[in-house]
């Protein structure tokens, strides 16, 4: 701080300096090195219900609640936006050291905000927003805890129950586990019952979808970033899902999706055990136990080039796969139920039940998006039934269809012994040209498959194998909204 006087403070009249002081902080104290108030102004002394004769010359901790100025005119340290209870209110207080010759002689306090109706009025406000920002906490917490248990996974088959054991055996090892199965099958519900059963439990299970984020917000998803990182950035930064799941388990799925760079980028947090946010420059420690999953092949992918063999090696240190309900038919009953059960939950429904017909129609389709199919065909025949039981006539048309054209098939290649192998595909009565058959074939497993997934089109992609680009250039081909 300078010592020498500004020429130009001189210049203005002494009777000014009150009112000057008064508008460019309206409650102002200010304290020798003891702590003793050598100035203090109205509305400051209004604000705590005392006067100006009353308060000169007292200590500041006998005249302002909660003060803290004798300690800044002893340390030296400036305390900026420091909260203050003052009348049970939380005033925000800023406090400057004041020096001469290099020596604290004082210090300088003021209070932000010009007129208790003011600070009402920003008090209401940051009420507001702290109660805001305490709903979202919660809400963020609880969105961060698994909500599934080993308990909800049904199934009997022995090929299910062979994966359930093995993950409920491995729930409390520290080593990744890599769930292999197709769009559907649970995987996402087997990440949250492991991380439900260790004793990570109580610390954040954060999911993250790596296909469904684009390539270039992934990683800072993943890792975060500092204030200021690259234009769009929000202010203060942003926390990256490493983490928020520090201490618990951090879920990624659709790992194969997950682009090269990004790859190379998670093997070196793997092994590290740290993040650096981007744009930044610390290194953050984090304990997190990593799930993922996938539903490709990825030994066929590390041997494509398209998957980094060492991430493979550190994320298969346990693998369960599992099945897709088409091989495990004989779980569908079990599994049907206790879909009805939740639905009905939802529906505010009870005691709907499933006709043998549809039972049988069940166990005879091949479920190409496993359970969430099923979960959607149940859904579905609850909003259109009128009684109890769900019958034939309930069930998507396209179940219908797909019998009808298993057993024309049948039919046909009973009768033709040159002719082709089954194809879900109806089979048009005239011959057409091959490309126009081929665009009606895609157009209508885009259409199927948008119909099992609800519309979710990067689910519809999934199911079909498809990327996202490629999946949004058909629709937008065949004009599927
Ligand atoms: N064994 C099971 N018992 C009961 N419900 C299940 C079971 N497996 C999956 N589900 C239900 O099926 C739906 C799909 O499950 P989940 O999202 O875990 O599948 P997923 O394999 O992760 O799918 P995707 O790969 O498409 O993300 C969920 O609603 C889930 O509750």
Redesign the pocket.
């Given at each position: 701080m300078g010592r020498t006087v500004n020429q130009g403070f001189e210049r203005i009249p002494y009777s000014w300096h009150e009112q000057i002081i008064n508008l460019l902080a309206e409650r102002v104290v200010i304290v020798d090195r003891d702590g003793m108030i050598l100035y203090i102004n109205k509305g400051y002394c209004d604000f705590i219900g005392t006067t100006v004769d009353q308060a000169l010359g007292r200590d500041v901790q006998d005249v302002i609640a909660n003060s803290r100025m004798h300690i800044v005119a002893k340390t030296g340290e400036k305390e900026l936006a420091a909260l203050q209870p003052i009348n049970g209110s939380e005033m925000i207080a800023n406090r400057f050291p004041l020096f001469e010759n290099g020596e604290v002689v004082g210090a300088l306090g003021t209070v932000m905000f010009r007129s208790p109706e003011e600070w009402r009025m920003y008090k209401s406000k940051i009420q507001h927003l702290v109660e805001e920002l305490k709903y979202y906490q919660t809400k963020v917490q609880r969105d961060m805890k698994s909500k599934?248990s080993f308990h909800?996974?049904?199934?009997n088959s022995s090929t299910?129950l062979a994966a359930k054991k093995l993950a409920e055996r491995i729930s409390d090892s520290q080593s990744s586990v890599l769930l292999i199965?197709?769009?559907?099958?649970?995987?996402?519900?087997?990440a949250q019952a492991i991380h439900d059963n260790s004793v990570r439990c109580s610390s954040p299970f954060v999911a993250i979808?790596c296909a469904s984020i684009p390539e270039h917000l992934l990683e800072s998803e993943l890792y975060g970033y500092e204030d200021g990182a690259f234009t769009g950035a929000k202010k203060g930064g942003k926390m990256g899902q490493f983490e928020l799941a520090n201490e618990g388990t951090l879920f990624l799925?659709?790992i194969g999706d997950m682009p090269l760079p990004m790859q190379s980028k998670l093997l070196r947090v793997l092994q590290e055990k740290e993040v650096q946010r981007i744009g930044g420059h610390k290194s953050i420690p984090v304990d997190v136990r990593v799930i993922a999953?996938t539903?490709r092949d990825l030994e066929k992918m590390v041997e494509d080039g398209e998957f980094r063999q060492d991430l493979f090696y550190r994320l298969n240190v346990i693998k369960i796969d599992?099945p897709p309900l088409r091989k495990r038919k004989e779980d569908i009953p079990l599994?049907s139920i206790?879909?009805l059960k939740k639905l009905e939950k939802r529906f505010f429904r009870k005691g709907i039940e499933l006709s043998d017909e549809v039972m049988e129609k069940l166990m005879e389709h091949k479920w190409p998006g496993?359970?969430?199919e099923l979960?959607n065909v149940l859904e579905r025949c609850i909003n259109v039934i009128d009684g109890n039981t769900i019958q034939l006539d309930h069930l998507p048309l396209y179940l219908h269809e797909q019998q009808r054209e298993r057993k024309m098939q049948t039919q046909s290649i009973s009768n033709d012994n040159d002719a082709v192998s089954p194809t879900s595909i109806p089979l048009p009565l005239s011959v057409k040209p091959l490309k126009e058959t081929v665009a009606l074939a895609e157009k209508q497993a885009i259409q199927h498959a948008l119909a099992l997934t609800k519309g979710n089109k990067l689910?519809a992609a999934?199911l079909l194998e498809i990327g996202k680009t490629s999946f949004y250039e058909k629709c937008k081909l065949y004009e599927i909204k």
């Open positions: 599934y909800d996974l049904i199934g299910f199965g197709e769009s559907g099958t649970g995987k996402e519900l087997f979808n799925d659709e999953a539903h599992i599994i206790s879909l496993n359970i969430r979960e689910e999934k």
